[in-house]
């Protein structure tokens, strides 16, 4: 048995994790109980926090700030 971390859990509920390991970490999942639980406590944590996220507005100024970081050739309206 590989050993499993709470980031890996976390990353596999967050599709974040790459296909090599996603495919380890999922098999490992698959026999243990315990790892089955905490993947469903994350990927409801993981639903949530996008669920809040599309209900936030980000102040103007973060906005610009972002998207400067994203394109430093486009103008910010500071």
Do not use: Y
Not at 15 to 36: C, F, K, N, Y
Not at 65 to 73: I, K, Q, V
């Amino acid at each position: 048995m590989a050993w499993v971390t709470n980031g890996e859990i976390a990353a596999l509920a967050d599709a974040a994790l790459s296909p090599r390991r996603r495919a380890q970490v999922e098999a490992e999942i698959a026999e243990s109980p315990e790892l089955a639980r905490l993947l469903a406590v994350q990927a409801q944590v993981a639903s949530t926090i996008r669920a809040a996220a599309g209900r936030i507005e980000a102040p103007e100024r973060l906005r610009d700030t972002l998207a400067e970081l994203r394109n430093p050739d486009v103008p910010c309206r500071r």
